[in-house]
């Protein structure tokens, strides 16, 4: 809608509710055209005006402010769509889980959208079907009802807003729903010791040697490895603290 169709628009309402309009000074006139002008700036002219006309056949006081407006948009724009009512959306859900535990991806995508979305996934409808059917029936009912009302005020609070906000909160939501970029795996070693350790997993495996090779070690013999494992972890250190 143009300035020039807001201001008929108020003009009609002026005509009709002038004690609304009588304190306003031309400054605040000229504020509130502006406000309407941004409001429905990508409404249809003639759904607004259809929607001034339906809150002027009942016997209202005052003129409308822009939240009436946009309810009567709702109104006129109401379509099958709209969802059903909560009752009659848990009817269809119950339903689908009777078929849920083998049957749940189709049964899901025979939902409404609006249903669907309530429910969340097809592997829902596969956790209900496997629940008693006393549970179904009063506490997952009752956690969906209470969730479709939710997403269906969420919905008429978007449809109330402007087009132009709608369409940038619409925006706003598909680039957050990208896919974030993927985080890589912070690594486990330090980097200098890193190639060390890789190069000593790639050395190959000695050969299997007879069992009349082998002996019992002694205490000497384990006290000796163990500090040549000592040595070798300190050399290794040193190596690094000295190349940084």
Known sequence: MDNMSIKTILTLLQSEYPHSFSTMDSRTMKAKIELWEQEFAGDDINLVYAAVRLYMKYPNQFAPNIGQIRENMLTLQKKESAGLPEQAAWAKVSKACANGLYGYREEFNALPEDIQRAVGAPEQLKAWAQ?????????????????????????????MLPAEMRGRLTGISSAMAIEPPRQTQAPLLPPKLEPMIKKAIRQPAEAPQPASHYRQKTADDWESRRQAAIDQLMKGASQCITSD
């Open 131 to 159: 629940m008693d059917a006393d549970t179904v029936e009063s506490v997952v009912a009752s956690n969906f009802m209470r969730n479709y009302r939710a997403l269906k005020k969420r919905e008429k609070d978007m449809e």
